[in-house]
């Protein structure tokens, strides 16, 4: 019978201690070396904010008319120690269907074309119903409670992945976490045009601001 070299150390250690080599594995296990409990929370779209914050282009840029579109329907969870940065996770799932103008510069007739034009033209929502987040790591500090992050990961948006890095402070109290940051995206990168239809509302900047303030409740 051949042995390998992990089988040969096994021997060898144990009868030279005459001790159990793995009862001292599962002591060295058993330590404060051990990984840090996580703690997960679901994310609640109807205590957050979450907003899209896009600039007008073309030759009615000066009119102020911006874009304040709310993201109203997406789920997720994030997961973290409450003692340190790793390990911890975050999932988003946003039903691209649900975002809708929001700024009070526009009238309740505008704001339906706006949100047509959104739907069928420039995110095309029928074909992507979903824009999608997945982390791949989070780096950062932690002090005082309070953790300063950058959370790296996969962003699907328009059929089209694309990796991004998003800068959070992330809170903590009792069974209640709290989020907020802001990160911005190259639409063209993910094939999202501004769209050319009639009224032609949607005629925004290459680059679009997201701004949120999510809320999360513990499992």
């Known amino acids: 019978m051949k042995l390998t070299l992990l089988s040969l150390v096994l021997i060898v250690a144990t009868s030279i201690t005459g001790d ?8 060295f296990s058993d330590s404060g070396l051990s990984t840090p409990d996580v703690v997960r929370y679901r994310l609640d779209p109807n205590r957050s904010t979450f907003l899209a914050l896009a600039n007008r282009a073309g030759i009615a840029w000066f009119k102020g008319k911006s874009h304040r579109i709310a993201v109203k329907d997406f789920s997720g969870e994030a997961s973290l120690s409450l003692d340190a940065i790793n390990p911890a996770s975050l999932t988003l799932d ?5 975002l809708g103008e929001t700024s009070p510069v526009f009238s309740a007739k505008e ?3 706006i949100n047509g034009e ?7 929502t029928a074909k992507f119903p979903d824009i999608t ?3 791949t790591g989070i780096e950062g500090k932690l002090k005082n409670g309070t953790y300063d992050v950058v959370v790296r990961g996969d962003i699907t948006l328009h059929g089209v992945t694309r ?3 998003i800068p959070a402070t992330v809170r903590v109290e ?22 050319e239809a009639f009224h032609g509302f949607v005629k925004v900047r290459h680059t679009i601001k997201f701004v949120f303030d999510i809320i999360g409740e513990r499992v």
């Open 94 to 98: 946003i039903k691209s269907a649900s």
């Open 163 to 165: 990796s991004i890095a």
């Open 111 to 113: 704001k339906e074309i």
């Open 174 to 195: 009792g069974d209640v976490l709290r989020a907020r940051g802001e990160f911005s995206l190259n639409r063209k990168k993910f094939g999202v045009n501004a769209t």
């Open 20 to 27: 159990s080599v793995l009862s001292h594995a599962a002591e």
């Open 118 to 124: 959104i739907n069928n033209i420039v995110l095309e």
């Open 133 to 135: 987040f997945k982390s």
